[in-house]
């Protein structure tokens, strides 16, 4: 037997029900997205490496990227996100734009880890981004938008929650124990790997960065502190915002999030799913006022989240969410084909029920009609039609509901116009 060649390591193919999902998600987002005046746009694939070089921190760099030369040496890499080719789109063309802008997108992205159950090396990510605006009020709409995408798919907030903190709230308490700005970085980075790490690791880590005990104590202690929001200002306005949008169940302060890329300035988000026994991160992202003039522009506030595919997918799946119909045929009418003298006028019939405006999915070849419904059954289709000799004399065809396996002939002209009825009524098609 000759050997399969496999798929790249850590990509997917996407099989008609994976697609579907895939699809269905793109729909819900773009449905969303719409609703708060949030317009679609998209990047290149292929970005230079020094995009990122001085925007995203050393280990997206470093670890994460996919990067090559170019027939010209230059290094080129497999875009791991979108927020800096937004930032360069947005410097381009700064003084012909009008602000504030609310874009989206929902496309590939690519990063070099470990491929385990919902993270792969490829992977589809939905991007949103309000920029020209400094207020929390902005930073509740991110909040809001992810709220009201999770309500349109079905989770409650039981099942996932926004939590939210603040950089400069952390600073300042950072600050406080006596942790130099300089340092804050590295502190950052600790706090973010917090649920990614045993205790015993995680204080090997505050070690290695150079903490004392005496601020390590502290820390551990600031990340228990669930009240610490009302000491800021911002986030007072951000829930006062959250609860005016009508989504404040789902939205939480935990000072454990903290965001681990280097250009978050402000607040930062991060959704959780909690329906299961691991957390699992589903979106996050922040505010990112710096952003646009590391690029070469000029300063402009802005703040954003993404949310990749494969984890809201894990979840999906584990709480049976996803649509009944997922993986079957978008046609729900089949039209049969009774024998070899008859194909051609089932063809026909095929094309006149499309014009009529339904998905009509003809079978290929002459068989059994048994053999046919089952196939049906099988793609889902919800109706069958049988289109032999007598219905063909008689201008009539036979109309089979496969859900309650009823049978009746109708005029052929009134043919579509039956077909409907029975998918609004029996199917909700």
Same mark, same amino acid.
């Given at each position: 037997?000759?050997?399969?060649?496999?798929?790249?390591?850590?990509?997917?193919?996407?099989?008609?029900?994976?697609?579907?999902?895939?699809?269905?998600?793109?729909?819900?987002?773009?449905?969303?997205?719409?609703?708060?005046?949030?317009?679609?746009?998209?990047?290149?694939?292929?970005?230079?490496?020094?995009?990122?070089?001085?925007?995203?921190?050393?280990?997206?760099?470093?670890?994460?990227?996919?990067?090559?030369?170019?027939?010209?040496?230059?290094?080129?890499?497999?875009?791991?996100?979108?927020?800096?080719?937004?930032?360069?789109?947005?410097?381009?063309?700064?003084?012909?734009?009008?602000?504030?802008?609310?874009?989206?997108?929902?496309?590939?992205?690519?990063?070099?880890?470990?491929?385990?159950?919902?993270?792969?090396?490829?992977?589809?990510?939905?991007? *949103?981004?309000?920029? /020209?605006? $400094? =207020?929390? &009020?902005? #930073?509740?709409?991110?909040?809001? @938008?992810?709220? %009201?995408?999770?309500?349109?798919?079905?989770?409650?907030?039981?099942?996932?929650?926004?939590?939210?903190?603040?950089?400069?709230?952390?600073?300042?308490?950072?600050?406080?124990?006596?942790?130099?700005?300089?340092?804050?970085?590295?502190?950052?980075?600790?706090?973010?790997?917090?649920?990614?790490?045993?205790?015993?690791?995680?204080?090997?880590? *505050?070690?290695?960065? /150079?903490? $004392? =005990?005496? &601020?390590? #104590?502290?820390?551990?202690?600031? @990340?228990?502190? %669930?009240?610490?929001?009302?000491?800021?200002?911002?986030?007072?306005?951000?829930?006062?915002?959250?609860?005016?949008?009508?989504?404040?169940?789902?939205?939480?302060?935990?000072?454990?999030?903290?965001?681990?890329?280097?250009?978050?300035?402000?607040?930062?988000?991060?959704?959780?799913?909690?329906?299961?026994?691991?957390?699992?991160?589903?979106?996050?992202?922040?505010?990112?006022?710096?952003?646009?003039?590391?690029?070469?522009?000029?300063?402009?506030?802005?703040?954003?989240?993404?949310?990749?595919?494969?984890?809201?997918?894990?979840?999906?799946?584990?709480?049976?969410?996803?649509?009944?119909?997922?993986?079957?045929?978008?046609?729900?009418?089949?039209?049969?084909?009774?024998?070899?003298?008859?194909?051609?006028?089932?063809?026909?019939?095929?094309?006149?029920?499309?014009?009529?405006?339904?998905?009509?999915?003809?079978?290929?070849?002459?068989?059994?009609?048994?053999?046919?419904?089952?196939?049906?059954?099988?793609?889902?289709?919800?109706?069958?039609?049988?289109?032999?000799?007598?219905?063909?004399?008689?201008?009539?065809?036979?109309?089979?509901?496969?859900?309650?396996?009823?049978?009746?002939?109708?005029?052929?002209?009134?043919?579509?116009?039956?077909?409907?009825?029975?998918?609004?009524?029996?199917?909700?098609?």
């Amino acid at each position: 037997m000759k050997k399969i060649i496999n798929p790249v390591k850590g990509t997917r193919d996407f099989y008609p029900q994976d697609k579907f999902v895939n699809s269905w998600l793109y729909q819900n987002i773009r449905e969303v997205s719409e609703s708060f005046g949030y317009q679609e746009f998209d990047g290149p694939f292929l970005e230079s490496i020094d995009l990122y070089a001085a925007k995203s921190g050393e280990e997206l760099v470093k670890e994460q990227s996919f990067v090559f030369p170019d027939k010209s040496g230059n290094l080129i890499a497999l875009r791991p996100e979108l927020t800096p080719s937004l930032v360069r789109m947005i410097a381009q063309q700064q003084q012909q734009l009008y602000y504030p802008l609310r874009w989206w997108s929902f496309g590939p992205f690519w990063r070099y880890e470990s491929p385990q159950k919902g993270r792969g090396r490829e992977f589809f990510q939905w991007n *949103a981004d309000l920029v /020209g605006v $400094d =207020s929390p &009020q902005a #930073d509740a709409e991110m909040a809001a @938008l992810m709220a %009201e995408f999770f309500k349109k798919i079905g989770l409650s907030s039981v099942q996932v929650k926004v939590f939210v903190n603040n950089r400069r709230l952390m600073e300042g308490e950072l600050s406080k124990l006596d942790i130099s700005p300089d340092k804050q970085g590295k502190v950052f980075r600790l706090i973010d790997r917090r649920g990614k790490l045993s205790d015993k690791e995680w204080g090997a880590y *505050a070690l290695e960065i /150079g903490l $004392d =005990s005496k &601020q390590f #104590d502290g820390i551990k202690t600031l @990340l228990n502190s %669930e009240n610490l929001w009302k000491e800021s200002k911002e986030l007072v306005q951000f829930f006062s915002a959250v609860d005016a949008l009508g989504v404040k169940d789902y939205v939480e302060f935990s000072p454990r999030i903290i965001r681990g890329l280097d250009y978050y300035t402000g607040t930062v988000f991060e959704a959780l799913a909690l329906s299961t026994d691991v957390r699992r991160s589903v979106s996050g992202g922040g505010r990112y006022d710096n952003l646009l003039a590391a690029v070469g522009g000029d300063p402009l506030p802005g703040v954003g989240f993404a949310m990749g595919d494969m984890v809201i997918t894990v979840v999906l799946e584990e709480l049976g969410l996803f649509p009944e119909n997922r993986g079957s045929s978008p046609a729900k009418v089949l039209v049969t084909v009774f024998d070899k003298e008859s194909q051609m006028a089932s063809y026909q019939l095929s094309v006149e029920l499309r014009q009529a405006g339904l998905k009509v999915y003809s079978y290929p070849t002459p068989d059994k009609l048994g053999k046919q419904f089952r196939h049906a059954d099988r793609i889902g289709a919800a109706i069958a039609i049988i289109l032999g000799p007598d219905e063909i004399a008689n201008q009539q065809v036979a109309i089979k509901d496969l859900k309650t396996r009823e049978q009746k002939t109708v005029k052929r002209a009134e043919a579509a116009a039956v077909i409907q009825g029975i998918l609004d009524t029996d199917h909700g098609a």
